[in-house]
């Protein structure tokens, strides 16, 4: 399984741009990109997932170069509402049984 | 709504006791995960079910035990619990749909005294 690393914290302000970038050197060909988002006491949350060049959803969006060893998530115009941990993780999700490994994630803080 | 469901969603147990976690989904998804999260830490893997009647170990899967009883239900049992299984445990599931990721239930909150 491909490690994942990310920055263990990150602060903003409300209105703001955030990108969260996460290496992951030793992606496999078949491998995904993918990132949740866990507020306290909760489950993780599916939030945008990628395999190359960029994905955008309403949520935000996703930066993945073309040696894919690094992803960046972008958050536009974050809020309070948006503090919470967030995981990247890569895996092959297209076959069963994918376990995936969470790492401990980014603790994104948003203030006013 | 569709999703993951667990019960109970709290449980406080004597050491020694045992129970079981009933973990439902409702997207006919093939594959299903049981997780364990220790306070300030990711998720860590206990056991999973790639498909109906197949189960295999995760991370750590000692004083756990696991049923796939049909597609929809993966449930966890602790047949001895320990003070060192307090924890949250989440379900998830994930198959082929909108995405490829994983839908993770709103987890059961176990302390072990």
């Known amino acids: 399984l491909a490690k994942t690393t990310q920055p263990i914290s990150m602060d903003s302000y409300e209105g703001q741009e955030v990108n969260i970038t996460c290496s992951h050197n030793?992606?496999?060909?078949?491998?995904?990109i993918t990132w949740y988002q866990q507020f306290p006491s909760q489950g993780p949350r599916f939030i945008i997932q990628?395999?190359?060049t960029k994905v955008t959803n309403e949520v935000a969006s996703l930066f993945i170069p073309a040696d894919r060893k690094s992803s960046t998530l972008s958050l536009p115009r974050v809020s309070l509402s948006d503090t919470a941990v967030y995981y990247c993780?890569?895996?092959?999700?297209?076959?069963?049984?994918?376990?995936?490994?969470f790492g401990t994630g980014t603790q994104l803080k948003v203030e006013l | 709504n569709a999703g993951v469901t667990q019960t109970p969603k709290f449980q406080v147990l004597k050491t020694g006791q045992s129970m079981t976690l009933q973990c439902a989904q409702d997207?006919?998804?093939?594959?299903m995960y049981w997780y364990r999260q220790d306070p300030g830490m990711g998720l860590r893997l206990i056991y999973y079910?790639?498909?109906?009647?197949?189960?295999d170990k995760g991370e750590v899967p000692n004083g756990y035990n696991v049923s796939r009883l049909n597609k929809r239900e993966f449930s966890l049992r602790l047949e001895s619990a320990a003070p060192s299984q307090t924890s949250v445990y989440f379900c998830?599931?994930?198959?082929?749909?909108?995405?490829?990721?994983?839908?993770f239930g709103s987890g059961t909150r176990l302390t072990v005294v």
């Open positions: 998830a599931s994930s198959g082929p749909g909108q995405h490829y990721g994983y839908t």
């Open positions: 030793n992606i496999a060909t078949n491998d995904y």
């Open positions: 990628g395999y190359k």
């Open positions: 993780l890569v895996g092959d999700p297209t076959g069963g049984g994918n376990k995936l490994t």
């Open positions: 997207m006919n998804h093939n594959s």
């Open positions: 079910s790639a498909s109906e009647g197949t189960t």
